[in-house]
């Protein structure tokens, strides 16, 4: 197996040409990402013919204390078959994710998609000197969902992850979007009990830069975070919340982005929680 080394120092932050903010209003939000966001999402790996191939994207949470990955799952139950996931720790270091794993079957007739994973303290220490676990309180349960919402799409796209070198250069993608109307629910038979959907427009701009950039293909981005971002009143610093776990992109007559909503997965977390301190 060859060396490789992962570098994850670059940044692409992409918003849609039908959001318009104010420069200075961008740059904060390309800071929050940077700053509160991008420390708690993770990039997975599977090791195929001895090279590691980018597999997923998930975000880190802290949960009365105990540490957990969530993910899709289609993205982790690659363990069913006996292959490991792993994250990228130091240079020509990967380590498997170790935990128990919680899975929904997938299934066309519902379209839930997510997994739980209650990592091992081993693991924990590792990630905590990389990574950060996101607070509880950082989530929210989106209300008004089908109104113009600012959110972010978080996560590594595979397109976006060079492993042809001696070195895996990982460059993280964040969109900047809107919450969608009804339509797509209703196109796609997506339950908003359960999903948001938002736009997924196939041209944006960098929020650097300014200037007009393609978005990638989103596979990697699966099991990444999606997130509400806001300001309480102009002027002041944006507020943010995990809304929900990526799962997939339509491209039919609607180009949109899929999440589960965020409580499916934590009212599990917190169900396995309160089964563990009821056991004698």
Known sequence: MRNRVSLSSKLCVIRTNKIYILKEELRKISELIETE?????????????????SQGSAVLIEIEGENWLLTAS???????DGKELFFQYITNEFLSIAGI????????KSQIDFAIIKLEPKCVDKLKNIKRFLNPTKTCLLQDQFQKQMMVICGLPSEATDTTTPQIISVGNYYLTNTSNQKPYNYYNFNPDNFIIVDYAGKGFDLKTDNKKSTH????MSGGGLWKIWQNNPGEDYQYCLAGILTEKR???????IANKINLPLDKIYESITTHNKRP
């Open 37 to 53: 966001i991008t420390p708690c999402t993770l990039q997975l790996f599977q090791l195929i013919d001895s090279e590691f191939i």
């Open 74 to 80: 289609h993205v982790s139950n690659c363990h069913k």
């Open 101 to 108: 794993f919680g899975e929904t079957p997938i299934s066309d």
């Open 217 to 220: 293909e989103p596979y990697g």
């Open 251 to 257: 491209k039919g007559k609607y180009h949109v982005i």
